[in-house]
């Protein structure tokens, strides 16, 4: 089995409400700023890459998580598709001024997790993802 995963953490694991409206906003959002993610499903949980999803058994936990974006028109779709999907408002596209040319748009999701998109201008990568060969079932 190969994964292809990205650098910044190992998993985000989000516990949520209504597995059926986080599916539908997480695979908008994800789609939107990278259509090259797969995801995999299981009948208690669905993940892409580092991202994984199931059911809460309590209370849901509120976190931010933050999408890479490969430009601004990227955040744009983020933001266009999330909404279109349930997620609400929690700031529109647009420069911030956490660092020069940083440009992200906020949502909040089904369980009110704070989700955004982020584009920190033109960089080169090492690599598009991390390539992972593994000995386990898929």
Wanted: glycine letters at 8%.
């Amino acid at each position: 089995m190969q994964l292809h995963l990205g650098r910044l953490f190992d998993h985000v694991h989000l516990r949520v409400a209504d597995m059926a409206a986080s599916e539908r906003f997480y695979r908008a959002v994800i789609g939107a700023v990278n259509p090259d993610v797969a995801f995999r499903k299981t009948p208690h949980s669905f993940s892409a890459d580092e991202l994984y999803i199931s059911a809460a058994d309590g209370p849901v936990s509120h976190v931010h998580i933050a999408f890479q974006a490969k430009d601004e028109a990227a955040v744009k779709r983020f933001y266009e598709a999330g909404l279109a999907a349930g997620g609400r408002d929690n700031g529109a596209p647009g420069l911030r001024d956490y660092h020069p040319g940083y440009y992200g748009a906020f949502l909040l999701d089904p369980d009110g997790h704070n989700v955004e998109a982020v584009f920190h201008g033109a960089a080169k990568r090492s690599a598009l993802s991390v390539v992972i060969t593994a000995d386990f079932p898929a």
